[in-house]
Each structure stands twice: as C-alpha cells, then as structure tokens.
C-alpha cells in the first residue's frame, strides 16, 4: 500500500489546476475552459519537438527532467493515513525539502544558461522567494517533531492527534502556511501572476520562455504535482489511525477540491503585491511558524 499515496497524487494532479483555474473564471462570470483543459495542453506539449537556442548549452535540456524527477522524487516520501510513503525514514522531510531544491536549483541554472537577461532576473526573484519560505517549512516540520517525538513524515503525521483548543489552533495555523508555501513555491497569487505577460513583473513565467514542446510539458505537470504534492500534506493534517480507506480516500480528494478551490479564490480576490512586498510577505511567514512552535511548548509544558 506503499504506493498508494503516489497514486492519488497523480490522479489529483490530473483535475487540479483544472479545477483552480474553473473556480477563477465562476468568480469573474465567465464560462471558462473545462477542468481538464489544462491536461490537454500538457499532453499537446508532450508530442512537439523542443526548440533549443544555440546559446545554451546540455544544462537547459536536461533542467527540465531533473526538475520533474526532483518533484516526482518527493512525492515518494508523502504517507497516506497509516501507510508510508514509498521511501521513509528518520528525517526524511529534510531530504524531502532539499531534492526539491535541487530542482529548483537546475530550473535556476537553466534560466541563467539562455544568456537572457529576463531570465536572471526571474531566477533571482524565484532564489530569493524559496530561500525566504525555508524556514517556515523547517520550523512548522520541527515543531511538529517536537510534539510527536518522531522526526519521519509517516511517524508525524501518525502520531498526530487534535484533541485541545491549542491543537486546533496549531492544525489550522498549519494548514493555512501549507497553503501559502505552495502558492510561493508554484509562484501564484499574491506573489506572482502566472498570466501576466510583463516580463519587468514576471518570476516563474520569465524563466521558462525559453523552454518549449516537451520540456515545457514537463515544467507545467510537474506545477500540477506539486500543488497536489501539498495538498496531500494538508490532508495528512486530518488523517485519524483505524479508519479504512473508503473513508480516508473521500477525505483525501475532497481536501485536494477544497484546496483547489482556496487557491482559485485567493487568485480571484487578491491583487499581486508590488515586487519589493514579496519578501516582507514571505519573511511573515516564519512568524507564524513561530506561534505554532510557541503552541508546541504549550501543548508540552514547556512554557507556563
């Protein structure tokens, strides 16, 4: 059953930026494509011919896998409800957090090998914003080691219990930073527009204009998995030992929709912020994984 958060991962990816971007055009009054228009894009992508300018070199073709394997990679490590992930072991959201940097490191090397000068402008962008939201994701992951005396994506999760008014708070402030993590980190709403065509103003977008046909394919799937990716772990947040999969299965897929829909009206609602906001934004949300590890001691005793 190891294998079985995988593929629900997968099939949650297939409907979820479908989903996003049905839930933006209802909130505008517009009829909007099908949810499964943005997969049809993807797989038109998969069957072209990918363009290479001669500029670049082996490092711009081979970014787009790696980046793809990297998020596939971490996919593996995500549990569902009492089984593990297909790789797991002690600290394993350390290394969890650092293959997806290694993507995010060769999608960098990729935009800086084009010799565009847009493109470094957008890796840097997109360097500063990951570096910014590390420590939220390491401080919310240890703090939720400390309460659980397990330091494993599987045992935490597991050993997670909400049964207080702390731990409700602590739950929900941990749901809503996931959240925001994985708009920062698939550069969405409010901290980037990935409609916006300005290049001055783009981060993701400007460093994939180079890209095309296959590679291209790859880039926007592997956004789709990511924001699945996330979504499994807030789910995993609601998860409670001994109920059987017809019931944990709904659970799962309803919290990828919700999650989904929460993402279609955050891009609907809010205005982008002006570039220089972005790390203030960002940088606040090491404070609110600081109330968490605050509600961690609480809970423990070790504040009074």
Known sequence: MRILSLLLIIASSLFFTGIVIRTKSI??????PGIFQPLKDVWRLFRKGAVYSETSSFIFQIAPSIYF????????????GEFPGVISFNGDFVFFAYVLALGKFFSILSALDTGSSFGG?????????????????FILMGSFALLT????????????????????????????????????????MPVDDPKTHLELTMIHEVMILDNSGFDLGLILYATNLKFAMYGAIIA?????????????????????????????????????????????????LTSISLLIFLGVLLMLGKII
């Open 149 to 188: 005396g397990h330091t494993s994506f599987h045992e935490i999760f597991n050993a997670l219990h909400f049964g207080s008014y702390i731990s409700y708070a602590i739950g929900t402030l941990a749901a809503f930073l996931l959240v925001i993590i994985a708009m920062i980190e698939n550069s969405r």
């Open 236 to 284: 995993n947040l609601f998860f409670t030992p001994g109920h059987e999969l017809y019931y944990s299965i709904p659970i799962f897929m309803g919290i990828q929709v919700l999650f989904a829909g929460v993402v279609g009206g955050i891009e609907s609602f809010m205005a982008r912020f002006r570039m220089n906001h972005n790390p203030q934004f960002i940088f606040t």
């Open 121 to 137: 402008m957008g890796a840097s962008r997109e360097a500063l914003y990951s570096l910014l939201v590390e420590p939220a994701f």
């Open 27 to 32: 909130f505008s009054g517009r009829k909007g």
């Open 69 to 80: 394997a990297s998020v596939l990679m971490a996919i593996l490590f995500i549990p569902f």
